[in-house]
């Protein structure tokens, strides 16, 4: 899930339970407050009843004409006299009357006090019709229900767009970094900001990418380096070594000790020589245009091994269906197809088998081994080895996979019990 959409998903249910709650509080608020200003008003009506009473010193006849009258007109105003009485505190309390107007039964508030007016007892009730004041409870919670709705929609809207502006530094440098190359050795690109917390992190990644770029120019020249002064002595042991393994007077013990010298001086320069070919390629200094004819050069490759596959008994079979000439560098691809060969014929075992296909852009080298699948997390790594073999550099399909990187290519790799090891190679036709 997006930073934008997880702060706004934790607004709009903070908001969703204020809102769910809002309701009910402001339904019931409002209608207290519309129900104690209702009984006000039924209190003001009584006094001033009573004080019209008091004034006007009516008797019996005309207080039941009044009534009569209040009644005709539906003003919700009785006035009862009583032979006798007690003071009592006034109620207030909900009732229900037959409306003739609506023609059925609505809710009232109504009011009923005993009160002695000039020596004479009277019941007086008044009531009010609560049907106006819950339909205006009603529109007051649906108008700030929709202005709650409009205000959500309106924080939805302005954090989307002003988010994506806010943070929008962010998401640049983010997108940077997913598609930086610290082989490239150029700073990464920021988006300035007038966001303090943005601009330390601009100026974070600038200094660590900086700082990478240092070390790893640091590294590839010391391996470029260490390979290229490393040719000449290795190159002048092994002429020595040449020179001696020569001399007839050398006893069975000495000459045994030479070929082991000369055994590992071979292994040095070959790990020299790839050491090379790995700087060479993170340094992008190969020219990738040339037309090349892939079928052939895998044709051409196998042919040179034919030696190194009789002497372990192996059985190989090619399987070439098609011309597939890409655009690319052609020592590379000699190196990619060889190492995959000299893998194959390496890890294979005593009477084993080779496959090798090119069907549809895609080269496949199967190969008999060991009856488990290898580890992909590690056989593409430096000097990883599947076993002890001494001859190995460990570096085979490290070089390969650094050049399907190179090239753009897709490695892959597959086991199929019991004991077959599949590397896969597409091709990306040009």
Aim: proline share 3%; hydrophobic share 40%; charged share 20%.
């Amino acid at each position: 899930m997006k930073l934008l959409h997880k702060t706004l998903k934790i607004y709009l249910l903070f908001s969703l339970i204020i809102f769910i709650i809002s309701i009910p509080v402001i339904y019931y608020l409002v209608q207290d407050l519309w129900i104690t200003d209702v009984d006000e008003s039924l209190i003001y009506q009584k006094e001033k009843i009573v004080t019209g009473l008091t004034n006007n010193n009516l008797d019996t006849t005309a207080i039941a004409h009044f009534t009569l009258l209040a009644s005709n007109f539906d003003v919700g105003i009785e006035v009862i006299p009583l032979s006798e009485g007690n003071f009592e505190i006034d109620s207030i309390y909900d009732n229900n009357f037959y409306d003739e107007t609506r023609q059925h039964i609505e809710p009232f508030r109504e009011l009923t006090s005993i009160v002695n007016v000039n020596n004479v007892w009277h019941k007086i009730i008044v009531r009010k019709d609560l049907v106006e004041s819950r339909d205006l409870i009603r529109g007051i919670v649906m108008v700030q229900v929709t202005f709650f709705i409009l205000l959500l929609l309106g924080i939805v809207l302005l954090n989307s767009y002003f988010s994506k502006k806010i943070w929008n530094p962010f998401y640049f440098i983010l997108s940077k970094l997913g598609t930086y190359k610290i082989d490239s050795e150029e700073p990464i690109e920021v988006e300035p900001s007038d966001v303090k917390e943005f601009n330390q992190l601009n100026q974070s990644v600038q200094y660590l990418t900086a700082t990478n770029i240092q070390i790893f120019k640091a590294q590839k020249e010391f391996t470029e380096n260490a390979a290229h002064e490393t040719q000449t002595p290795l190159a002048a042991i092994k002429n020595q070594v040449d020179l001696l393994a020569q001399d007839n007077q050398l006893n069975e013990n000495q000459s045994e000790i030479i070929n082991r010298i000369d055994k590992n001086i071979r292994l040095l320069t070959k790990l020299n020589r790839n050491l090379l070919l790995l700087s060479k390629i993170e340094n992008d200094q190969f020219d990738k245009s040339e037309e090349i004819n892939v079928s052939s050069i895998v044709s051409e490759i196998c042919s040179g091994f034919e030696e190194q596959i009789k002497i372990k008994n192996i059985a190989i079979a090619l399987n070439i269906t098609e011309q597939l000439v890409i655009n690319t560098n052609n020592y590379l691809l000699h190196s990619l197809i060889t190492n995959l060969l000299t893998n194959a014929i390496k890890y294979n075992k005593p009477n084993g088998e080779i496959e090798i296909s090119l069907i549809d852009n895609v080269l496949k080298v199967t190969n008999t081994g060991l009856e488990k699948p290898l580890p992909e997390d590690k056989i593409y790594e430096r000097f990883y080895k599947q076993n002890t073999l001494t001859e190995s550099s460990g570096l085979g399909l490290a070089i390969v996979k650094r050049i399907c990187i190179s090239l753009n290519f897709e490695m892959n790799y597959r086991f199929s019990a019991p004991n077959k090891h599949t590397f896969i190679i597409a091709f990306n036709r040009q």
